[in-house]
């Protein structure tokens, strides 16, 4: 809230402070009309000045803008660490202060893996979003099957997120071996953040279908299609963007770091490739495709 | 035994707090967002010792949550419970209207602990109004019976044909104090005045809520009621009619 009139009161700052130069610069025009050279020199330097005062404002808004996510990020983090901490904590300490049976100990490990499980994924991505960020280009490169990679995302997803076998389908170009020249680890990474948004976007009635596909004969794509909550058109660009989060109006709210996708993005891009999503608008699914340079055959 | 709401959006925690909390011997329901505890607490007016909420739920959060509770005059003690820590995070937790706040992670006996200090601070209440009505309710007695209805102000709650209701402190106070004023006309200034103990120009349409309730608990039919009348332009009589 604060923030937004934050914002309106910059930008209002600056149209006033643009009018004022405008309205300066007639009046220069109207009193140097006959001399050229002044006439030249300040319509230069209030040009510049106008520039600068829009070109501070706009920067000034984006770092606002960027403050806000940096903020809500930290917030999604505290409450992904603290949440399962918490639970693990809730669980020992009962483990330690009561009598149970055996079959409860059992039941609270499971929950207490579970927990060390979420806790481990969401450690993996805020570090994961470090290093990408960090390397960008290098690191060792290598021939990488994307189909075997891809094979082994929907086969951990079903059993991270307890689907059934069917709930997530994958299509892989059975005739050939679609290569590509990458970091192996990264790649997978890419494909599971994305299978993973797809599940959790999924709500109870999880159908994810990951396909693979050679559009051209120097790229391929890794489409990952879902039919949750969709994304409303507006935000199809911004969902990339470093801790932004799609705003579920809802009631199902989605936990995340809002880092998955910006990694997606930051390793497409150092792979020389790109990624887009699609969507149909809210409540008819979305798909994701990832667009990587092929490796010719060798 | 005291029956606990727990709301909670996290399956895990919520799961491990309702073991514990039944291994004391406690009822614990969970509900996994806002508005499912607000239908709980207000539109079904069933009958909680306590809530344990956590803040940051889908759709309505708990701060949302405590603030409708407290202005619907629902004052169940609430023990909120997150992972919001900052100092004013927990400001305004209290002043959206919890009683105590835990952040999260917390210790298990200090979280039970608490929430036996709001369950006994709940009984201590009840006992003193049961014990010592309020001044201002006079010599009404703790049993009051009209046309089959019998309202048991120790016990809070109405006994009627179709059963029983339980009754809130505030319900329990305001219909004593119709009760001693029965087959007079009362204000609702009058009725903040001695009830609530509001002098203060307070919006008076927190009575009528009150007062629509507990029509649905005595009134055959609430719209047209028999035995809580309104006077226009004044307030409220009340006719134990038989």
Known sequence: MTRRKAIAFFVAFCVLLVAAAVSLNIGWIVINARSITPLILGVATFALIITGIIVYTV????????????????NAVTHELKTPIASIKLYLETLQSRALTEEQRRHFYGVMLADADRLHRTVD???????????????????????????????????????????VALDTQADQRLMVLGEADDL?????????????????????????????????????????????????????????????????QVKGTGLGLYIVRTIAKAHGGRVFAQSEGEGRGATFTVELPRLARV | MSRVLIVEDEQHLADGLRFNLEAEGHQAIIV??????????????????????????????????ASSLRAAGQYVPILMLTARGRPEDVLRG?????????????????????????????RWSQQEVAAAPAPANGAVPDVFSFAGRTLDFSTMEIRARDGSHPLTLMECQLLRYLVKNAGKPVSRKAILEDVWDLHESTDTRAIDNFIVRLRRYLEDNPASPRFLLTVRGVGYKFVPTV
């Open chain 1, 188 to 252: 997978r990474t890419v494909i599971s953040n994305l299978v993973d948004n797809a599940v959790k976007y999924s709500g109870e009635s999880v159908r994810v279908t990951v396909a693979l596909a050679a559009p051209t004969p120097e790229t391929v794509w890794v489409r990952v299609q879902d039919r949750g909550i969709g994304i409303p058109h507006k935000q199809l660009k911004r969902i990339f963007n470093r801790f932004y989060r799609v705003q579920t109006r809802g009631l199902k």
């Open chain 2, 94 to 122: 209290f002043e959206s209207g919890a009683d105590d706040y835990l952040p999260k992670p917390f210790e298990l006996a200090i979280f039970l602990a608490r929430l036996r200090g709001l369950l006994r601070r709940r």
């Open chain 1, 125 to 167: 991505q805020v570090l994961k979003a470090g290093i990408v960020r960090e390397k960008r280009k290098a690191g060792p490169r290598s021939p990488v099957d994307i189909g075997a990679i891809a094979r082994e995302c929907v086969d951990l997803a079903v059993v991270r997120h307890h689907l059934p076998p069917s709930a």
């Open chain 2, 32 to 65: 996994c967002d806002g508005v499912q505890a607000l239908d709980r607490l207000l539109t079904e007016r069933d009958h909680y010792d306590a809530v344990i909420l956590d803040v940051m739920l889908p759709g309505k959060d708990g701060f949302e949550v």
């Open chain 1, 59 to 74: 920067f000034l808004v984006m770092e606002i803008k960027r403050n806000e996510d940096h903020d809500t990020f930290i």
